[in-house]
């Protein structure tokens, strides 16, 4: 596999620290909302990333943190008369409400900021030791001029980064490019810790580090992001990390483009700021899984309600050929396989083998899409009046483990419905789109009389027998 590395610029051959295991550090939400259609991008996309590396093989420990205190959460708790923690608590289980919606599976540790003061603490005073930091009126600040390869994530140089910087007010720098490691607590009613310079409550940047260390280790493997964290965040984890270790922090970073709506960077000022709780409400939390891959996850992707109905439209398609597969298999014709179907076969695999070559070339899943709706066409085409329950059975053998690694329908086709049932679910959400509930309701009735039964859930229609 070869990954495009944002610290070198250019696709280098993935070789892991550890022969046969991946680490990956994903930054997760701060949580104090809704997680928007922007953030879950990333999520996504290094979800999918997960996915592949353990198709191919490896162990993969993947850790992504919850970002529980900082000056928005602090903010919205006194709004809302609440604790931080409270608030916290609040959001990650939204966070998992949505994730779970969009596919997203759990990491294998999900750490929080205020659950590792200590850790911070203790490297803090690590990069004071070593000159790296300094102490100015109970906070702390890490002296970039202290570190000669500041600037290399994102390319840009130092001295012309203090040349447009700002110190703001309250700030007691050396440099204006230094950043706080420690924050002094400001009021008497602000959440805070105990340590050696005083209450106060940690920076944005050096949890990052702190837990990125304790689960994975002084080097790992790949750090992920969207663009925006390459500076100054990624930047400031590089710089204090290297610093405590003296050791290389991250071998390959990832960076996720930007996401526009309806052409625009989306904003609430302008209006097109959604949330994937919002965007639940009118579309299927699968088939926006499926437009967050349908682009290179490098390149910027446009957010709009037409490009979504293609989503929709385009997983069902894919929905009606599994069960029209699973359908066969379990119903169909014994006995050899025909030419036609043993060609099906060899033109799957052909399929196969581009998807997963796709997938190799740094995670270019637009281009594995590709070859698996090819798939799905050349199985449509082959299988859609019948056929034998041998290459059924290989077919649906294909696709899954194409949409295993895309975290796509996973268990759609548990019931092993016919295809009938397919269409009659297609055309009611079609009808519901256009609100011709009456519609809705007649094809809810004519399945109840087949037997099954629809929910309606904020993943999208779930289909059981009765």
Known sequence: MRIYSTLTRQKEEFIPVHEGEVRIYACGPTVYNYF?????????????????????????????????????????????????????????????????????????????????????????????????????????????????????????????????????????????MDFVLWKAQKQQDEIAWDSPWGKGRPGWHIECSAMSMKYLGDTIDIHTGGQDLIFPHHENEIAQSESATGKQFVKYWMHNGFLNVESKKMSKSEGNFFTVREVAEEFDLEAVRLFLLSAHYRSPINFSHKLMEQSESALQRIKNSLENLSYIAREGKTGAITDEETALSAMMETQKKAFFEAMDDDLNTADALGAMFEAVREANTVLSGGGTRTAAAKALEILDAMLAVLGLLQGAREEGFPAEVAGLVEKRQQARKEKDFAEADRIREELKTMGIILEDTPQGVKIKKM
């Open 36 to 176: 928007h259609i922007g953030n879950a991008r990333p999520f996504v996309v290094f979800d999918t990333l997960r996915r592949y590396l353990e198709s191919r093989g490896y162990r993969v420990i993947y850790v992504q943190n919850f970002t529980d205190v900082d000056d928005k959460m602090i903010k919205r708790a006194r709004e809302e008369g609440i604790s931080v923690p409270r608030l916290a608590e609040r959001f990650i289980a939204e966070y998992f409400k949505d994730a779970d919606g969009l596919g997203i599976r759990r990491a294998t540790v999900h750490p929080r900021a205020t659950e590792h003061i200590g850790d911070i603490i203790r490297l803090i005073e690590t990069l004071i030791e070593k000159s790296h930091a300094y102490v100015s009126e109970s906070d702390v600040y890490f002296d970039t001029q202290s570190f000669p390869a500041y600037g290399k994530l994102s390319g840009q140089d130092l001295a012309e980064l203090e040349a447009g910087a700002r110190v703001e007010p309250g700030e007691k720098k050396r440099h204006p």
